[in-house]
């Protein structure tokens, strides 16, 4: 008998492996791969989840209609264009369920987000990829790679896992140079944490055309990834396919109390990015006095490179680290074999971490 298949593509598709939390044999671990905010999550969040445990037996708010109210006050924006998932992630698979199939292509640049290739093949489309200027995305690049099948334009801003990013000009100049029919997705997991002049999230580009989606989450500086929360911004339009598409009770009453409460208390965050502001500036200058390269991340995370050679490479360093208890991410999963992403933990693993690779690389001196 035959078994039931697949459709095309499903089995072509590398399942995402999530940064690990164990180490056999070692009592401390310390959990620096998969850039979780680093003072957990806002008390007021703790609290009323606590408080919510005994209506587990209700069902979930379906239209989110409070945390969309909470989101549109906290950042200006018109809450009916608001779609809310389980994590971002769950966002991006719609959209590419809802606007990509066999046949057409899915585009980003050649260090992307993982999700990315996954979402595009998952729905039958084709992944494609453009080159980067020193680990950062090219707008003519991505431009260059564009083709009559091109749909979707995913654009990590800033990206994951590189940290670097587009300003605010760029990121207009690639949606300019873009058919009005391909959707551009701006993936701003990590906005919270940047603090430069010439970036925005892309509010201003959702609000100007009918092509244009924002997604963000609550995993990073709101430290609520074990609830899976993220949110979209859409152009009318847009936001009334997801919500056809989506599952009726997509996110659950636990993430949705947790995400209000999160967002209202905006000092918890404003302390989280003060936290990271100043571990980020602090592990970047450690590394460069240690003479390795790391790209300038304006995220809550750092990629180092690694010299080649036995002993001394990346695989070496991940090995070094994970003897003391330091969990990192190794990226060749993302064709960056020289490099390991190293998340900014508390000030004591920060320390920890930069002391762990002193003494790796003092081996070789």
């Known amino acids: 008998m035959t078994a039931p298949s697949p459709r095309p593509g499903i089995m072509d598709i590398r399942p995402y492996v999530g940064g690990e939390s164990a180490i056999e044999g070692v009592t401390r671990v310390i959990k620096l791969s998969?850039?979780?905010?680093?003072?957990g999550p806002s008390p007021k969040a703790m609290d009323a989840l606590q408080a919510m445990a005994g209506d587990m037996h209700r069902y979930p708010d379906g239209g989110a209609s409070r945390l969309r109210k909470a989101l549109a006050a906290r950042w200006g924006v018109d809450g009916e264009r608001i779609v809310c998932g389980a994590g971002s992630?769950?966002?991006?698979?719609?959209?590419?369920?809802?606007?990509?199939?066999p046949g057409d292509e899915v585009l980003y640049s050649a260090h992307g987000f993982l999700m990315?290739?996954?979402?595009?093949?998952?729905?039958?489309?084709?992944?494609?990829?453009?080159?980067?200027?020193?680990l950062t995305a090219n707008v003519d690049a991505l431009l260059a790679a564009v083709t009559p099948r091109t749909k979707i334009v995913f654009l990590a801003n800033p990206n994951n896992p590189t940290g670097t990013y587009l300003p605010a000009d760029e990121v207009k100049r690639l949606r300019a140079g873009l058919r009005d029919d391909i959707l551009l997705v701006i993936d701003a997991a990590y906005a919270e944490f940047v603090s430069k002049n010439?970036?925005?999230?892309?509010?201003?580009?959702?609000?100007?055309?009918?092509?244009?989606v924002m997604c963000r989450t609550f995993s990073k500086i709101y430290a609520l990834g074990g609830?899976?929360?993220?949110?979209?911004?859409?152009?009318?339009n847009i936001a009334d396919v997801l919500n056809r598409v989506r599952n009726p009770f997509n996110v659950?009453?636990?993430?949705?109390?947790?995400?209000?409460?999160a967002l209202e208390d905006s000092a918890y965050m404003e302390l989280c990015k003060s936290h990271n502001d100043y571990w980020l500036s602090w592990m970047l200058a450690e590394i460069a006095k240690l003479g390795l390269t790391a790209t300038p991340s304006v995220c809550n995370f750092v990629l180092i490179q690694f010299p080649t050679g036995a002993g001394k490479d990346a695989t070496a360093a991940d090995a070094y680290l994970r003897a003391r208890g330091l969990i990192v991410r190794a990226m060749g999963g993302y064709g960056l074999g020289d490099w390991l992403r190293i998340t900014i933990g508390t000030g004591e693993e920060n320390q920890l971490v930069a002391a762990a690779l002193a003494e790796f690389l003092a081996q070789w001196k």
Request: aromatic share 6%; hydrophobic share 40%; proline share 7%.
């Open 116 to 134: 990315y290739a996954i979402a595009a093949k998952a729905c039958g489309a084709t992944p494609v990829t453009a080159p980067e200027t020193e």
């Open 89 to 101: 992630d769950e966002l991006l698979g719609i959209l590419c369920r809802a606007y990509a199939g």
């Open 227 to 236: 609830l899976r929360l993220g949110w979209a911004y859409c152009p009318a």
């Open 252 to 261: 659950g009453s636990p993430a949705l109390i947790a995400g209000v409460a």
């Open 198 to 212: 010439d970036y925005t999230p892309g509010i201003e580009l959702v609000d100007a055309g009918t092509n244009t």
């Open 34 to 39: 998969s850039n979780e905010g680093a003072l």
